[in-house]
């Protein structure tokens, strides 16, 4: 006999606990006060509302409050109806029903406290039932004992994170616990971005390709694979919020990195959900409500403008996103990334109100140098754990009018021509190494190498300086990867897997366009006109000599630099097919 059927035979009630009266007249008191609701609040949390109606109504007010819109019955069915989802109410009736037996707004606590309990109630019968399912299954004790621990786990982070003073008393730090935990010992995610539960921002431009970075980047870490050089480490769940790009482009990018229907791995890919402002208590709950349902571990924001509702360039709207949505989920040990645009003045960081920086952990700006290659910096930082700045080369292959599959990934880029050179100071191989690390732009001149190499008290001589700046120039000049207009030999050709061709339509070019199909962040903002490398003397208006014919990369067929051929290499360096560096190197990443 079944544990159900002899509980039957016993006399005992195996329905599910729930207070449908009490639940009842909390949604009528929040439905006409703002205050009620914000009682009710401190109390419980839509999770603990059992009837789905009921909790469609709390999420409903939820989000007119925090609108500063004072709720109605008649309000809350129009929000009902704009969702598309009235059939959930009776067509709106039950609001109606419900909203015409309001509580007093100074009782609806109490019932609340009725609602928090049977709900806690709920969770240790849901957990009873899993233990007898996982016995008859034939569970061994070890996941049996897991099943335990995480549910008391869960009730335990409910106690630290739930209302009440319960809540505040669980909040303080035990002392012994918390000298215990080497914080140090971190095991950074891969790529060394960020660490488990942080919360990290990453800026850039339009030409830069914050979110073919981030794709990859998530999509390998979904499937356990290595990135940025980083070893491989066990696969990550993490749901990804897209409301910038069209699901035509994302499919075009996945697939160059090599992706496909049956290697997603754990990355969950939600395109222009249907959220409510993520600034809004409305769209914390609809955001918490995936990440429950996903189980995901980190969440990706991209881009986080065109999911708030609030001005950037007002501090509430990024107080509200923290308190709200960011909150919550770093309460929950929920890791996230938020994709932003630099404003007008790139030295200020991201664009709008700099409130929008307080509450991350780290950020990392994201900038393009030319010839497919980027620098990534972190110029905030709450912990300094992992690495500052990274060199990436960008690669891409295309097949015919296609972007090849698995031809698509970012390496971090190092300089090398000899083995140990790097590490020698006074070397053209350590000046550039210096330059890299220190973010400065491929195009930088000789002053301005000269002085940052002052200022980090590098040695080299004039003659090396100047070598090392034609070495760093010439790499903005490979054709290979490079996203400007002037390089597309074929109409149709695009700069990077998912962009626009430059002649479809309503991609007309336009003043300061970063690339084919994408407007200007900043416009107004000349371009900076390019500086070819000078042949001789020290980059100061030295007038250049001809140069004599140089041989033609054997992928490309385009001329390669005169030094660069000297060394033995016969491709530019993103055009080797298997690594993107000279063929001799050892390759830093399988193929994808």
């Known amino acids: ?59 409903t007010v939820a989000g007119l409050v925090a609108t500063g819109t004072p709720p109605h019955p008649v309000l809350i069915r129009a929000e009902i109806e704009k969702q598309g ?7 709106g009736n039950y609001v109606m029903r419900l909203g015409a037996e309001s509580l007093p707004a100074g009782q609806a606590s109490f ?13 240790y019968d849901e957990h009873a039932n899993a233990l007898k399912i996982a016995v008859q299954t034939g569970s061994t004790g070890e996941e049996l004992d897991k099943i335990r621990d995480d549910f008391q786990q869960g009730e335990q982070l409910r106690e630290t994170t739930g209302r009440g003073p319960a809540h505040l008393v669980a909040a303080l730090i035990n002392w012994g616990d918390f000298f215990a935990t080497d914080f140090g010992a971190i095991q950074l995610l891969p790529g060394k971005l960020m660490g488990p539960g942080q919360q990290i921002t990453v800026v850039g431009d339009g030409k830069a390709g914050k979110s073919l970075f ?23 769940r993490i749901l990804y919020l897209d409301a910038e790009n069209g699901q035509e482009q994302v499919q075009e990018r996945f697939l160059s990195f090599g992706a496909g229907p049956r290697n997603m791995g754990e990355l969950r890919y939600a395109s222009f959900p249907p959220v409510r402002p993520l600034d809004t208590a ?51 040990r929920i890791a996230s990334v938020r994709l932003d645009h630099f404003g007008k003045d790139k030295d200020r960081g991201g664009r709008g109100s700099s409130a929008k920086t307080q509450d991350v952990d780290h950020v990392w700006e994201l900038s393009a140098q030319g010839g497919g290659a980027l620098a990534l910096k972190r110029t905030h930082t709450r912990t300094g754990i992992g690495p500052d700045q990274f060199s990436i080369l960008r690669q891409a292959r295309r097949d015919g009018d296609n972007w090849t599959h698995g031809g698509t990934r970012h390496v971090v880029m190092t300089y090398q021509a000899e083995p140990g050179l790097s590490a020698v100071p006074g070397t053209v191989e350590h000046i550039i190494a210096t330059l890299d690390n220190a973010g400065l732009p491929n195009d930088a001149g000789n002053r301005v190498a000269r002085a940052k190499l002052a200022e980090l008290q590098t040695p080299g001589g004039s003659d090396k300086i100047a070598e090392a700046v034609r070495h760093r120039k010439a790499r903005s000049e490979k054709p290979a990867f490079d996203v400007s207009g002037e390089r597309f030999r074929d109409p149709s050709q695009q ?42 003397g020290n980059g100061e208006g030295t007038r250049d000599t001809d140069e004599p014919k140089t041989p033609h990369c054997t992928i490309c067929n385009t001329p390669l630099n005169t030094d ?3 060394r033995g290499y016969d491709t530019h360096i993103g055009c080797d097919p298997t690594t993107g560096s000279h063929p001799d190197t050892t390759p830093t990443h399988p193929a994808a």
């Open 1 to 59: 006999m079944n544990p159900r059927d002899q509980a039957d035979q016993d006399g005992l009630n195996l329905t599910t606990p729930h207070d449908d009266e009490a639940e009842a007249l909390v949604i009528s008191a929040i439905m006409h006060s703002a205050p009620a609701y914000q009682d009710c609040a401190a109390v419980i949390s839509r999770d603990d509302i059992y009837k789905p109606a009921h909790r469609l109504i709390w999420d």
């Open 282 to 332: 409305g769209g914390g709950a609809d955001l918490l409500a995936l990440v429950k349902a996903t189980g995901a571990e980190l969440v990706v924001i991209d881009t986080v403008s065109r999911f708030i509702s609030g001005p950037e360039n007002d501090a509430d709207t990024w107080l509200n996103l923290y308190r709200h949505t960011l909150l919550p989920m770093k309460r929950d």
């Open 111 to 123: 019932f609340a406290e009725q609602i928090y309990e049977i709900a806690r109630l709920r969770r």
């Open 85 to 91: 989802r009235l059939r959930e109410v009776d067509g």
């Open 214 to 236: 981030c794709q990859e980047w998530m999509w390998r870490m979904a499937t356990g694979q290595p990135f940025l050089g980083d070893t491989a480490q066990a696969p990550v």
């Open 564 to 566: 660069w051929a000297a």
């Open 495 to 536: 700069t990077f897997p998912g962009n626009v061709s430059r002649n479809a339509p309503g991609t007309e070019e336009t003043a300061g366009q970063t690339f084919p199909g994408t407007v200007a962040e900043t416009p107004g903002t000349p371009p900076v006109p390019h500086v070819p490398p000078s042949k001789r």
